[in-house]
């Protein structure tokens, strides 16, 4: 039997952005990359399609297909992302807004609905 010891943690609360608590400095990219990918495999399970059938409808090779289902985004930039949207018949609004007083840095979201 494995003997445990008593060790005492500290923990730090997150900033609730993990890539940005990981230090990356294209955090708020990769959140924006992660969101989309998010709304896509969404849009996709509804049609449950096979992954060849959607890579034909979004013009890509089935392991791209695979990536974009297993988060892998690497290979996409936000662009192809809102133009995949589109290919699944999403319109994709882009609204900019100053930032709110008290605030230097713009902020992305995005809202699906």
Known sequence: M???????LSVQGGSGNVF?????EDAAER?????LAVELNRILKTKALT???????????QPKVSALMNYRLEGFSVERLLNFLTALGR?????ISSAPSGRRDGRISIAAG
């Open 51 to 61: 992954q060849a059938a959607t890579a034909k409808l979004l013009g890509v090779k």
């Open 91 to 95: 319109d994709v609004r882009i609204s």
């Open 31 to 35: 959140t924006t990359k992660v969101a």
């Open 2 to 8: 494995a003997r445990t010891r008593n060790r005492k």
């Open 20 to 24: 940005v608590d990981l230090g990356f």
